[in-house]
């Protein structure tokens, strides 16, 4: 079993572009969602995907958009880059909707906005 | 409104003494409380969870959680610390507030062991 899997690892862009992050649950499990991780910070709920509907979302802006596809892997999406969305995103899934107790997260996707 | 307060963002200890990471919180429902660990380039790993059973609650690697619901806390603690203990500690509060979801993780605890 493979667990939680992000890609890419490291990610360089500038601002204003836009970054698309991938994250394919481990296996058996079906509810995905996304963290943001800034340096020194806790990480912070972006949003939660199932059933590839957005379930749940955390005080983002637009900017940041979802996808679940029906295999249960997720993109996030984010637009119009800014200096501050340098961060280190975290991709978490658990069994189902219900069974939210445990998640288990994977090493994350490290994006540097210059 | 709910929150998370980690008391320390540094801890020193020595190699085989006890180690006490504070967590307060602060709930208007009653939460889940959970401690994850972070080594270096790797994800989060879930330590222990408490979800309203038993207040003292064991979890890997010889760690351990009680909840005190007086004194909203949530400390996590090892009898012996052990080298391969240096990490970043979160303690996590989730709670279902009319059927929303909240789960908030706290800045984290740097775990420091000295030889």
């Known amino acids: 079993d493979a667990g939680v899997t992000q890609s890419p690892t490291h990610l360089i862009k500038t601002r204003g572009q836009q970054v698309t992050l991938r994250c394919s649950p481990k296996?058996?499990?079906?509810?995905v969602s996304w963290y943001q991780q800034a340096l020194g910070q806790g990480p912070q709920f972006i949003f939660q995907?199932?059933?590839?509907?957005?379930?749940q979302r955390g005080n983002f802006p637009d900017r940041f958009s979802g996808h679940q596809f029906p295999n249960y892997s997720s993109e996030l999406n984010v637009n119009a880059l800014l200096l501050g969305d340098s961060a280190l995103y975290l991709c978490a899934s658990s069994p189902d909707l219900t069974d939210q107790e445990t998640q288990y997260f994977g090493p994350g996707t490290r994006l540097l906005v210059l | 409104a709910q929150s998370v307060t980690q008391l320390d963002s540094h801890v020193s200890v020595s190699e085989g003494t006890p180690v006490l990471l504070r967590c307060n919180y602060s709930s208007s429902y009653s939460p889940s409380l959970f401690w994850y660990v972070q080594h270096p380039n790797k994800g989060l790993q879930l330590l222990l969870k408490y979800t309203s059973a038993a207040t003292l609650v064991k979890g890997i690697n010889g760690f351990e959680a009680e909840f005190k619901k007086s004194e909203t806390s949530f400390h996590l603690t090892k009898p012996s610390a052990h080298m391969s203990d240096a990490a970043e500690y979160f303690c996590v509060v989730r709670t279902e507030e009319n059927r929303d979801d909240k789960i908030i993780f706290g800045k984290g605890t740097r775990l420091h062991i000295l030889p």
């Open positions: 296996s058996g499990h079906d509810t």
């Open positions: 995907y199932y059933e590839e509907e957005e379930r």
